[in-house]
């Protein structure tokens, strides 16, 4: 499948900051698809894309879809502790019956 | 909760077993794909089935094997068991065949030893 780079691979942040990370692809997507996974738990949908340089937002989640559609990019305002996680971005595999091809992730510890 | 339920939680089996792992999608969710968690690979597709139908395959081994059930709940077949086969599982289910948003379950944890 397609290759998915997250960076950075890990943040350490303090509570109250903001947070910016981002997913580039070797090629073209349709859809990006931002998850959050907690230890020993499954990955939480937080934000679907679906368009060339759409911006949505969950809460205090931004999420963009790059005008190339090759990128994508998620920020957290205002971190709390019970951010701490790993965010992975995925996009859907066409070659792979819409399977999601997923990125390493980037791990995220805040600090109170 | 994502309404995806995998069972069991944990399992701890030896090399050469065979185990089997459950999950049922949400409510009027027609897809269920399979993916596999490791510290070195990340989430890695397995198989995708629509409906009762395999539509799609992944990185999946021969020693494994899915299938989906006139209910709609999936078993992931694991079987010659590995000590490189110990991992998270993870069912994900979706409305359609093709759409995009994959609800995940809690996941399985393998231990083979």
């Known amino acids: 499948g397609q290759q998915l780079n997250q960076s950075p691979q890990s943040m350490f942040i303090q509570e109250g900051e903001d947070v910016s990370m981002n997913c580039t692809s070797s090629?073209?997507?349709?859809?990006w698809l931002w998850y959050k996974q907690d230890p020993g738990e499954g990955p939480v949908l937080l934000i679907a894309?679906?368009?060339?340089?759409e911006l949505t937002s969950n809460g205090r989640l931004t999420a963009q879809f790059g005008i190339t559609r090759k990128d994508s990019f998620l920020n957290i305002s205002a971190s709390i502790p019970s951010d701490v996680g790993i965010y992975f971005c995925a996009g859907p595999d066409s070659n792979s019956g819409y399977a999601l091809n997923f990125g390493k992730g980037t791990s995220l510890l805040v600090t109170p | 909760d994502s309404g995806v339920t995998q069972t069991p939680k944990h399992l701890i089996t030896a090399t050469g077993q065979r185990v089997t792992l459950r999950c049922s999608p949400r409510s009027g969710d027609l897809s269920v794909y399979w993916y596999q968690q490791s510290l070195d690979q990340g989430l890695q597709f397995l198989i995708h089935?629509?409906?009762?139908?395999?539509?799609a395959k992944g990185n999946i081994l021969e020693r494994f094997s899915a299938q989906q059930f006139p209910d709609l709940h999936s078993e992931l077949n694991l079987s010659s068991l590995e000590l490189g086969d110990s991992a998270l599982y993870f069912c994900a289910s979706s409305v359609a065949v093709i759409y995009n948003e994959q609800f995940f379950g809690p996941g399985t944890r393998l231990t083979v030893l």
């Open positions: 894309l679906y368009k060339a340089g």
């Open positions: 090629s073209i997507f349709n859809t």
């Open positions: 089935y629509y409906n009762g139908e395999e539509r």
